[in-house]
């Protein structure tokens, strides 16, 4: 279950007053005529310190704890506060996993099969679920791939992902494959909660395939990449413990860091950072960095950074002593420059909103 689903469940079968009370909030009331809820903090005794909203979204407000809780905050977000305040290492995906036990709901996204079929161990069972037409739309590139094809994926990778750094250890922690029928690096997308496969990307190692017609990259046509983050169902432990997570744009940059044991990456899958996205990494309760390619503008990076502004500390990674060629991400250059580049990253101030505020007045 996903979370804006698990959101629309507690909002549906009325499970709202219920997780209040069980996460130690004191003096609930609803609210009918304005449809939301009022009650204490669990270490407050103001009995309207909280609202939230009765709908969908359960958006919620704390107005006696306002440098934890943002503009995009959630009932979610309550629980992770009250929790965290017996647990200090309690995180977002903490969370979810606790509110799917609090309601008897089991964490998986895939449907339950017969408890009475036998299981079987298929080592190719993660490449036959991604072409299930569960995860695929009516794409001819995707639709041709046969049982018979699906032998050909191998567990390992092109040569030029070795030439690019990325080593055996990166290749079984996500589980990239290699297609020698389609020629194609095949990089699995997990789902950041559960680790389930909604899709994969497959990188060509044509030679020249844009003369070719040939397209570099293919992703699963139904993968939602603005609800999920690749590699943090595999780095969540790490980010934690780092205490802060680097937001890239491609799912290679993420394997190439992790490669030279920095398993604090995560891709969007794009330049474009959604709602959705913004929510989760809030969500991790860690400093958010991002990182996107030269050739990306700053000030769609501070546009980026002002969904954390004011929530979460965010800083971003910016070459502005032009070691990167143009379109290079961070994670292309050796450990040696990007440490250089952590290092001078710019923390997202009060100084840097003005300055995108201002330049977005200019427009």
């Known amino acids: 279950m996903t979370v804006a689903e698990l959101k629309n469940y507690i909002f549906e079968n009325n499970k709202v007053e219920y997780i209040l009370s069980e996460i130690g909030c004191g003096h609930i009331v609803f609210h009918k005529d304005k449809n939301y809820y009022s009650c204490s903090n669990v270490n407050g005794d103001n009995k309207s310190a909280i609202n939230i909203r009765n709908d969908k979204y359960l958006s919620c ?50 449907k339950e099969k017969d408890k009475k079929e036998e299981k079987k161990i298929d080592p190719l069972d993660v490449f036959k679920r991604a072409m299930s037409s569960r995860y695929r739309q009516d794409v001819s590139e995707i639709k041709a791939i046969s049982e018979n094809e699906l032998m050909d994926f191998v567990p390992y990778v092109h040569i030029d992902f070795f030439r690019e750094g990325i080593i055996g ?28 496969l909604l899709g994969f990307n ?25 609800m999920n983050l690749f590699g943090l169902w595999e780095n969540h432990s790490d980010i ?51 990182a996107f390619d030269k050739d990306i503008s700053l000030q769609h990076i501070r546009h980026c950074c002002e969904k954390f502004y004011g929530i979460r500390k965010v800083s971003y990674i910016y070459d502005k002593y032009d070691l990167l060629k143009d379109k290079e991400s961070p994670a292309d250059k050796s450990n040696k420059i990007f440490q250089y580049l952590f290092k001078y990253r710019v923390v997202y101030d009060n100084k840097e909103h003005t300055k995108y505020i201002s330049e977005r007045k200019r427009k």
């Open 169 to 196: 250890k990166t290749v079984k922690k996500f589980g990239l494959a290699y297609s020698y029928k389609r020629k194609r690096t095949v990089i699995p997308l997990r789902y950041w909660a559960t680790g389930e």
């Open 61 to 110: 407000k704390d107005y006696t704890r306002t440098e934890y809780f943002g503009d995009k905050a959630d009932l979610l977000t309550l629980v992770q506060y009250n929790k965290s305040l017996e647990n200090k290492d309690f995180s977002f995906f903490d969370t979810v996993k606790y509110l799917h036990k609090l309601l008897g709901l089991k964490l998986t996204i895939k």
């Open 240 to 290: 934690q413990q780092a205490g802060y997570v680097i937001v890239y744009e491609a799912e290679k940059s993420v394997l190439k860091r992790d490669s030279l044991n920095d398993s604090t990456g995560v891709a969007l899958s794009g330049h474009e950072l959604s709602d959705e996205q913004a929510r989760i990494l809030i969500g991790l309760n860690v400093e958010i960095v991002i």
């Open 202 to 226: 497959m990188r060509t190692s044509v030679e020249n395939y844009d003369l070719f017609g040939i397209p570099k990259y293919f992703i699963t046509p139904s993968y939602p990449k603005q």
